[in-house]
């Protein structure tokens, strides 16, 4: 009875660990040219929702924007506040014309707040190059972290 079921478990681990290695393949990086590791998915795990906020990607414009009803100075400090507490380099910042230019994963990118009446603003956050392919984390890290402190109230230190 327990050599049947050792039996039955080493098949069904051996089965589910060559189930995971028909999804993904790494390919090994060669020590000769400077090539980089490369990973290519299964046709049956592409769709969005199993794709890494990490790894580079092609992203929607629709993706890039996001309407919150906050006036636009409350939602332009908690969009610098974001970039700063996911650890991006802030490089300028316009408050007046309402963007910051900062760094994430190498690339510029440009944060712009746009008035849509006294209730509600835009957060628009687009590269800085127009080149759409980078990770989808750098955006849901800020609307994260804005949708969590939307009820903050902001105190003015000085």
Known sequence: MERKLIIILSIFIIGTKAFCEQNYVVKPVSAVSNTTQTLQVNSSNTNPQNVSPTIPQMISFEKCTNKYNVAVDKL???????INANNFIIKEIQSKNGYILFNAANREFLASVHRVDNNSAILKIVP???????PLGIL???YKYIDLNITT???ELG
Do not use: V
């Open 140 to 142: 849901t890290n800020i």
């Open 128 to 134: 800085a190059d127009n080149n759409y392919y980078f």
């Open 76 to 82: 332009y400090f908690l969009t610098l506040a974001s």
């Open 153 to 155: 109230q902001i105190d």
